[in-house]
């Protein structure tokens, strides 16, 4: 049975590509989940300050970074559920809930359904910079008319590279010519443009905002200024649709501060997490991909 069990988390951590590092069996456990056209590696300023007291979980979402390509199924990743169901697979395999999740944009939702498929898996959601709907609507405000999404797409699928470039400023809320913008695009370059089409489009054409009053665990919700992939409004939606909601404000601006600010980042989920549940000598317990 132990030996089949290992075998069950060697295949998972494989085809998510997952690495778990830091912490005992004892600690509590962090997973960095990160949004559209990154991969695990987009947390590198941020994930290795909690690896000393927290067991820390990184993953990429199928279709993104080094996951496992057969993990990817274009008709269910059409869908938020597709990635929330890989989530909830990926946590029972690998035996880690409860865990504390720290969601990026999309994966706020992603986190939001995987909570209400198995809420015994997640100790609480930390939402940075969440949207449950991007598209304005009639008394909603997404940030974003149809036609611009739609105008978005067609460049993506057009001129791959050329979109990334244009995007990474709007993403980072920093200058084009700034290094962490160009790295950020660099970041964006690196998908399969097919898989990235499929993503965004299921990404800006969601709606979830009917199901933020199931979420059934305590969430913080992280707002910076000047978001204009999230603006306030889609933020504070958010904020005031979840049961047990705590918005914290950050001196960050844009869509990225685990990329563009990631100290005052830092700070501040080490003030949601608090300590450690348990504390124990740091080591690596399970490498992925």
Same mark, same amino acid.
């Given at each position: 049975?132990?030996?089949?069990?290992?075998?069950?988390?060697?295949?998972?951590?494989?085809?998510?590509?997952?690495?778990?590092?830091?912490?005992?069996?004892?600690?509590?456990?962090?997973?960095?989940?990160?949004?559209?056209?990154?991969?695990?590696?987009i947390?590198?300023?941020?994930a290795?300050?909690?690896?000393?007291?927290?067991?820390?979980?990184?993953?990429?979402?199928?279709?993104?970074?080094?996951?496992?390509?057969?993990?990817?199924?274009?008709?269910?990743?059409?869908?938020?559920?597709?990635?929330?169901? !890989? *989530?909830? @697979?990926?946590?029972? $395999?690998?035996?880690l809930?409860?865990?504390? =999740?720290?969601?990026?944009?999309?994966?706020? +939702?992603?986190?939001?359904?995987?909570?209400?498929?198995?809420?015994?898996?997640?100790?609480?959601?930390?939402?940075?910079?969440?949207?449950?709907?991007?598209?304005?609507?009639?008394?909603?405000?997404?940030?974003?008319?149809?036609?611009?999404?739609?105008e978005?797409?067609?460049?993506l699928?057009a001129?791959?590279?050329?979109?990334?470039?244009?995007?990474?400023?709007?993403?980072?809320?920093?200058?084009?010519?700034?290094?962490?913008?160009?790295?950020?695009?660099?970041?964006?370059?690196?998908?399969?443009?097919?898989?990235?089409?499929?993503?965004?489009?299921?990404?800006?054409?969601?709606?979830?905002?009917?199901?933020?009053?199931?979420?059934?665990?305590?969430?913080?919700?992280?707002?910076?200024?000047? !978001? *204009?992939? @999230?603006?306030?409004? $889609?933020?504070?939606h958010?904020?005031?649709? =979840?049961?047990?909601s705590?918005?914290?404000? +950050?001196?960050?601006?844009?869509?990225?501060?685990?990329?563009?600010?990631?100290?005052?980042?830092?700070?501040?989920?080490?003030?949601?997490?608090?300590?450690?549940?348990?504390?124990?000598?740091?080591?690596?317990?399970?490498?992925g991909?």
């Open positions: 049975m132990e030996n089949a069990r290992l075998m069950q988390q060697e295949d998972a951590a494989r085809r998510w590509n997952a690495t778990i590092a830091g912490g005992t069996d004892r600690s509590g456990t962090v997973v960095f989940a990160h949004g559209f056209g990154c991969d695990q590696h947390w590198k300023d941020v290795p300050a909690f690896a000393g007291r927290w067991r820390v979980v990184l993953f990429d979402h199928a279709g993104c970074g080094q996951a496992d390509r057969t993990l990817y199924d274009r008709h269910r990743h059409a869908r938020l559920d597709g990635y929330a169901e !890989d *989530l909830v @697979s990926l946590l029972q $395999a690998l035996a809930g409860p865990v504390h =999740l720290v969601a990026h944009s999309v994966s706020s +939702m992603i986190g939001a359904l995987a909570s209400i498929r198995q809420p015994e898996l997640f100790r609480q959601l930390v939402m940075i910079g969440p949207s449950a709907c991007y598209l304005n609507k009639e008394g909603y405000d997404g940030g974003f008319e149809r036609e611009a999404v739609e978005l797409l067609s460049c699928e001129n791959f590279v050329g979109w990334a470039n244009s995007f990474a400023p709007l993403a980072t809320g920093q200058p084009i010519e700034a290094e962490v913008t160009r790295g950020f695009s660099r970041t964006l370059s690196r998908n399969d443009p097919e898989i990235a089409s499929i993503f965004a489009r299921t990404t800006m054409m969601s709606d979830c905002r009917a199901i933020l009053g199931e979420v059934p665990v305590p969430v913080h919700v992280v707002q910076t200024r000047d !978001d *204009l992939i @999230s603006p306030e409004a $889609a933020v504070r958010v904020h005031e649709n =979840l049961p047990q705590t918005l914290h404000r +950050m001196q960050a601006t844009g869509h990225c501060p685990h990329v563009t600010h990631p100290a005052e980042l830092v700070a501040l989920l080490a003030d949601i997490l608090g300590p450690a549940e348990a504390s124990g000598r740091p080591e690596v317990t399970g490498t991909g």
